[in-house]
C-alpha cells in the first residue's frame, strides 16, 4: 500500500500463499477481499490489518472467484467454479463447467448458494470480455449468462431467486460498469437501430431490476468501456472508420460527445484517406453464415488483388471501424494501409468468435476438435474470387496467433485458392500445442478417446497438409513469445524447408507475442511489401 499523496514508500502488506488477485476494498476502506489462486482451488479472503488473520470466505476444493462487497460491507458475493481433477470425460465432446453464484457473511465467512447456472453447455462461464461481469447493486446483484444464446445481464436478489434478464435481444455484452447510485448499468453491446450495429459498439445503459435497455450512442461510429462520472456525464472511448480512438465525454442533458485529447492525433495522419469498410455476409460451404468487412478504394485496376485478414484468439470479433483492442488496432491500421496500396481487403469473422451467438462462438468441432472454422476463411476466399472486381489468381491471406494458424491452414490445404499468405506468431501443430491449447483437460492421458482426439487434432493442424503447400509464405514471429511457443515457426521452417515451399523470414529477437509498437510498424510494413512483392504485377 502507498498513500494517495506519494508521501511515503510503498510497503508490504500481506503476503498469502497463492497468486493474489482482484482485490476489492470494503466500502468504507477499512478491509479489503481478494482471491488466493492455488492452482487447482481458490480461495477469498478478507485482510482487515497486521494484527488480525486472513478471513477465508467459505474454503472448499472448488475456485472462486470474483468478490464483491455488498453497499453496507456486510456481506460479499462470489463466482464458485468446480476445481481441477476428477475422472476425465471425452476430450472431443464439449462439456457443460458449472458455476454458481455464493453470498457470504464477510465477519463469520458462512456462505449461502443463491443461483446456480444451468447444466447446459449454454450454462457455462461466458469467456466474452469480463466473463461473469458480477456487480453487487442496489438491492441487486448483476452477472452475466450465456444460457439464453448470447452473453446477457440478468440480476437477482442477493437472498437468491429468480433470475430477472435484463438485456433480451439478439447481442452480446462486453465492458460493464455500475453507475454510482449502484441503480444502472452501463455496457457496451452490438446493439442499435441499424442493422450494421451487429458489427459495431455502443454503449447501452439498463436499470439493475428491468428490462429496458437503452442505446445511449447510436449511429455509425463505435463506442465502448463506458463510466459514468458523479456529474452524470459518461466517459467512454470512441472512434470512427477514419478516426482512431479517443477520450470521450457524453453530455447528461444533450447527450453530445465532446472529444478529450484530438489534438494528440498528427494534423497529418491521413483521415481523409482512409476507406469506411462495408459489411459482407457469405455463407460457408455448410450454410453458416459469416460476417466481414471489406476495405476498398474504387479507384485502381479494374479486377484488384485481394487479402483475406483473420484475426486471432480467437474470441474477437472484427468491426466496422477501429477496433477496441490495441492488437487489432493495428491490424485495422493495417488493413487500412493495404487498401491504401490497391488491395481489396477482406476481414473475416470466423466461427470461434464472439458477437453473434452461442453455436457460433463455441462450435462442438473447432479448433483442434476439427478445425470447422476454416469453412469460413476458405468461403470468403471463394466469395471473393467470384467479384468481378477481383483478380482470382492473385489472393492473399494473412494473420496473427490463430489467425497464423488459419493463414497456414490455408496455404496448407488450399494452395490453389490462396496465392500467398503471411503468418504472424501462429500454431501450427496442435499435437504439441494440447498442454496449453484447445485439447487442455485435467488429467489428459487418461480420457477415454485420447488417442482419436491426438489423430483429429493432428488433421486439424496445417503440418498434416505440408504436403500440398505449395505458395510462398512469410513467417513472422518474435522469439520471446510465451502465448505461441517459437518453437512451432522453428519447426514449420524446416518442414518448408524440406518441402522446397518458398518463404520468407521476419525473426524479431526478444520481443513477445504482443510486440513493442516499433516492431508492429515493422510487421504492417513487411506484410504490405510482402503481398506487393508476391501479388502485384
Not at 469460413?376 to 482470382?392: H, R
Request: aromatic share 10%; charged share 20%.
Amino acid at each position: 500500500s502507498v498513500p494517495l499523496d506519494g508521501s511515503a514508500q510503498p510497503k508490504r502488506v500481506v503476503v498469502p500463499r497463492g497468486e493474489p488477485s482482484d482485490i476489492r476494498f470494503a466500502p468504507d476502506g477499512s478491509r479489503f477481499a481478494f482471491v488466493a489462486g492455488r492452482g487447482d482451488h481458490a480461495f477469498i479472503g478478507v485482510f482487515a490489518g497486521d494484527s488480525l488473520p486472513i478471513r477465508w470466505l467459505a474454503p472448499s476444493t472448488s475456485r472462486d472467484a470474483s468478490p464483491r462487497w455488498s453497499p453496507d460491507g456486510t456481506r460479499i458475493a462470489f463466482v464458485r467454479r468446480a476445481g481441477s481433477g476428477g475422472a476425465p470425460d471425452s476430450i472431443l465432446v464439449p462439456r457443460h463447467q458449472p458455476w454458481a453464484i455464493m453470498v457470504t457473511d464477510a465477519n463469520t465467512g458462512a456462505a449461502r448458494e443463491i443461483w446456480r447456472a444451468p447444466r447446459t453447455l449454454r450454462g457455462s462461464p461466458p469467456s466474452t470480455h469480463g466473463g461473469t461481469n458480477l456487480h453487487w447493486a442496489e438491492g441487486r446483484i448483476v452477472f452475466a449468462s450465456y444460457q439464453d444464446g448470447w452473453p446477457h445481464l440478468y440480476s437477482i436478489a442477493p437472498e437468491g431467486g429468480s433470475a430477472t434478464l435484463l438485456t433480451p435481444g439478439s447481442f452480446m455484452v462486453e465492458h460493464v460498469s455500475l453507475a454510482p447510485d449502484r441503480r444502472s448499468l452501463l455496457f457496451t453491446a452490438n446493439a442499435g437501430p441499424d442493422k450494421l450495429d451487429i458489427d459495431r459498439r455502443h454503449v447501452v445503459r439498463v436499470p439493475v431490476d428491468r428490462a429496458a435497455p437503452e442505446v445511449l450512442t447510436p449511429g455509425a461510429g463505435l463506442e465502448w468501456s463506458p463510466l459514468q462520472l458523479g456529474d452524470g456525464s459518461v466517459a467512454m472511448i470512441t472512434a470512427t472508420a477514419q478516426r482512431p480512438p479517443l477520450v470521450t465525454l457524453l453530455d447528461p442533458g444533450t447527450r453530445e460527445p465532446r472529444l478529450l485529447g484530438a489534438e494528440r492525433i498528427p494534423a497529418d495522419f491521413p483521415a481523409a484517406q482512409l476507406v469506411t469498410p462495408t459489411q459482407v455476409i457469405f455463407r460457408a460451404a455448410d450454410g453458416t453464415p459469416v460476417h466481414a468487412q471489406l476495405f476498398v478504394r474504387p479507384e485502381g485496376a479494374a479486377r484488384k488483388p485481394a487479402v483475406i485478414f483473420v484475426h486471432g484468439g480467437p474470441p474477437r470479433q472484427m468491426l466496422l471501424g477501429w477496433n477496441y483492442s490495441d492488437y487489432y488496432a493495428n491490424s485495422y491500421a493495417t488493413k487500412q494501409y493495404l487498401a491504401s496500396k490497391g488491395f481489396a481487403v477482406l476481414s473475416v469473422n470466423y466461427r470461434l468468435g464472439i458477437g453473434y451467438g452461442y453455436e457460433f462462438h463455441q462450435p462442438a468441432n473447432g479448433g483442434a476438435r476439427g478445425a470447422v472454422e476454416y469453412q469460413d476463411v476458405k468461403g470468403a476466399a471463394e466469395w471473393l474470387a467470384a467479384q468481378p472486381g477481383i483478380d482470382a489468381k492473385r489472393i492473399g491471406i494473412y494473420g496473427g496467433s490463430y489467425g497464423g494458424f488459419l493463414t497456414a491452414l490455408a496455404l496448407a490445404r488450399d494452395s490453389r485458392l490462396f496465392a500467398a499468405g503471411v503468418d504472424i506468431h501462429g500454431v501450427h501443430d496442435w499435437t504439441t500445442e494440447r498442454a496449453r491449447g484447445m485439447l487442455n483437460r485435467d488429467r489428459f492421458e487418461e480420457a477415454p478417446d485420447v488417442q482419436r482426439a491426438l489423430n483429429v487434432a493432428w488433421r486439424s493442424s496445417p503440418v498434416s497438409a505440408v504436403a500440398t503447400w505449395t505458395s510462398p509464405v512469410l513467417l513472422i514471429h518474435a522469439d520471446d513469445d510465451r502465448n505461441v511457443r517459437f518453437s512451432q515457426t522453428v519447426d514449420l521452417a524446416r518442414r518448408l524447408e524440406k518441402r522446397g515451399v518458398p518463404f520468407e523470414e521476419l525473426i524479431i529477437p526478444d520481443d513477445t507475442h504482443h510486440m513493442m509498437y516499433a516492431n508492429w510498424v515493422r510487421v504492417g510494413e513487411a506484410v504490405a511489401d510482402f503481398f506487393v512483392r508476391r501479388l502485384k504485377p
